[in-house]
T-cell receptor, first 116, second 113 residues
């Protein structure tokens, strides 16, 4: 069974500060994908980033960056120089692809509040 | 390029009634997945449709059923509504590749009284 844990529930930061969201996952599969989605108050889940289990290279995309460490089963996400528009709930999700299963298993989410 | 669309936006039903939610996938996508998101929780997978058949199913009772049409749009039906079915229902579309990213619609907020 797949499981995703996002320990922090609500994180408040002052605008321009960096914020890092932690995600720990459990899976028995060797092939899997990890995702981060953003859910603003409107409710729609917005895809942010995706990483496969064979690529541990960490990247930066604009103000977003992520740190994937297979050894600790963690997939952390950082927003640099936060802005008020970053206020939303952020979800980490896992998709196992072995045996034709690509359903997404989500964590409980991190509520990020950026204070102007 | 139209994204995933869902209708209606909001819905209020009473216990025991039946409801149908609709989803049109993103252009070029032919796989549709449905998720239920209770307040303060992450989305939970209900089922996925591809080629008009249910391909995968999560841990939901048979009261939850679905359908996919030849144009790839999909419906989610819930019978004998319970108070606990109150949630945001999210539809996601993707290409059929097993590793493809799922893109979500704005959701339908269902309230059961």
């Amino acid at each position: 069974a797949q499981k995703v844990t996002q320990a922090q529930t609500e994180i408040s930061v002052v605008e321009k500060e960096d914020v890092t969201l932690d995600c720990v996952y459990e899976t028995r599969d060797t092939t899997y994908y990890l995702f981060w989605y953003k859910q603003p108050p409107s409710g729609e889940l917005v895809f942010l980033i995706r990483r496969n289990s064979f690529d541990e290279q960490n990247e930066i995309s604009g103000r977003y960056s992520w740190n994937f460490q297979k050894s600790t089963s963690s997939f952390n996400f950082t927003i640099t120089a936060s802005q008020v528009v970053d206020s939303a709930v952020y979800f980490c999700a896992l998709s196992e692809v072995n045996y034709g299963n690509n359903r997404l298993a989500f964590g409980k989410g991190n509520q990020v509040v950026v204070i102007p | 390029d139209a994204g995933v669309t869902q209708s209606p936006t909001h819905l209020i039903k009473t216990r025991g009634q039946q409801v149908t939610l609709r989803c049109s996938p993103k252009s070029g996508h032919d796989t549709v997945s449905w998720y239920q998101q209770a307040l303060g929780q992450g989305p939970q997978f209900i089922f996925q449709y591809y080629e008009e058949e249910e391909r995968q199913r999560g841990n939901f009772p048979d009261r939850f059923s679905g359908h996919q049409f030849p144009n790839y749009s999909s419906e989610l039906n819930v019978n004998a509504l319970l108070l606990g079915d109150s949630a945001l229902y999210l539809c996601a579309s993707s290409s059929p590749g097993i590793a493809d990213t799922q893109y979500f619609g704005p959701g339908t907020r269902l309230t059961v009284l």
